[in-house]
C-alpha cells in the first residue's frame, strides 16, 4: 500500500521557518522524482520545489527560491522541506508527491497546513 505522510506543518509568524517532512512507503522511493506542491484558499495548486530521484538536481519556484531547501533521505524514504525567512504569502496546504513518469505513476500525500502569520 502507497503512503505519503506529511509532518512538521503549523504556525508561524512572519521571518519564522519550518521544516516539513514526507515519509514514504509501499514504492522504491529512490526511483521517483519527489516533489512539493502548495494549494492556498481559492487558488491553483502549485509546484513550489522538485528533486530528482539521487538528489542531484533541485527546481524551485521563483517565489521561493533563496528561502526554501529541498533534501531527499532515500536510505529513510524521506523527502524535506527546509522553509526559512517565512511570508503571509507562503500560508497554504503542502503537499507532497511522487512521481514516476515512465510507468505512470502518480502518487499524493494528504497535505500539511502551513500557516504564516503574526
Known amino acids: 500500500q502507497v503512503q505519503l505522510v506529511e509532518s512538521g506543518g503549523g504556525l508561524v509568524q512572519p521571518g519564522g521557518s519550518l521544516r516539513l517532512s514526507c515519509a514514504a512507503s509501499?514504492?522504491?522511493?529512490?526511483?521517483?522524482?519527489m516533489s512539493w506542491y502548495r494549494q492556498a484558499p481559492g487558488k491553483e495548486r502549485e509546484l513550489v520545489a522538485g528533486?530528482?530521484?539521487?538528489?542531484?538536481?533541485?527546481n524551485y519556484v521563483d517565489s521561493v527560491k533563496g528561502r526554501f531547501t529541498i533534501s531527499r533521505d532515500n536510505a529513510k524514504n524521506t523527502v524535506y522541506l527546509q522553509m526559512n525567512s517565512l511570508k503571509p504569502e507562503d500560508t497554504a496546504v503542502y503537499y507532497c508527491?511522487?512521481?514516476?513518469?515512465?510507468?505512470?505513476?502518480?502518487?499524493w500525500g494528504q497535505g500539511t497546513q502551513v500557516t504564516v502569520s503574526s
Open positions: 508527491n511522487a512521481r514516476r513518469t515512465a510507468i505512470g505513476r502518480d502518487y
Open positions: 509501499g514504492f522504491t522511493f529512490s526511483s521517483y522524482y
Open positions: 528533486i530528482t530521484s539521487q538528489g542531484f538536481s533541485t
